[in-house]
């Protein structure tokens, strides 16, 4: 459920896409006349008038076995335009899971974040793409990667302005970017908690642990070792979107 305004809003329920205009005494169907099976992966109204549906299903011809279609509304549901989303050739042959998230700084600009669908822990990682025409056309931007550099990040995404965006990323959600330039370059940000958890102290006695335990080594291969442990990333973080 999403509040646009002190009494408009949407909602989903058993699979149908409900609006009200009247604080939710009353609730009207506006589900987008969707492609048959499909399952909607992601929905974003920019305000009381605009929205975007993204709906995945199966399609036998495409490597990857998956389809997107993007609903679009500028009259908050009374009408849908529905058109095959469009993405790069080279992300045909990707693995989707069919979890998305959508985001759009203004009618035009928006950014769509796929997630990969091999298992729970890779659902951190995907591919983002941008549009600039309201969704008609999407192009994949430079996306941040992990640390280890080896895997494109992708999760919940917010854009602020068409330039100014945040996303959420990793394993665990335990990434977070932001990027000022819209999407052309994305900057780690890592936050300290301000309340360590039983679980954060368990971890710093382990790692403490870890550390002299490596005393007893010869020099050489207690060097090796805590090398070897500063790159586990092993991370507590977990992050959401940031809220303005």
Partial sequence: MKLLAPDVGWAMSMGRLMWTSNGGTDWKDITPPGPEGAVTSAIFFLDASHGWV????????????LR???ATTDNAGATWSVEPLRMPDWLSGSLFGGEASLAFADPIHGWLSLYAGLN????????VLATSDGGRSWLSPHVPTHRRGD????GPIVMVTPQFGWLVGGGGNDELYVTRDGAK????VVLESPVKTDLMRKYDQNFDQLQRGFQALPPAAAKEEREWAQEQDVSYAAYDLPVF
Wanted: hydrophobic share 40%; glycine share 12%.
């Fill in 185 to 188: 370059t994305w900057q780690a």
């Fill in 68 to 70: 997107f279609d993007l």
């Fill in 151 to 154: 895997v494109s990040v992708a």
């Fill in 54 to 65: 993204l709906f995945a299903h199966g399609e036998p011809d495409v490597p990857s076995g």
């Fill in 120 to 127: 729970d822990m890779s659902r951190g990682y995907g591919s």
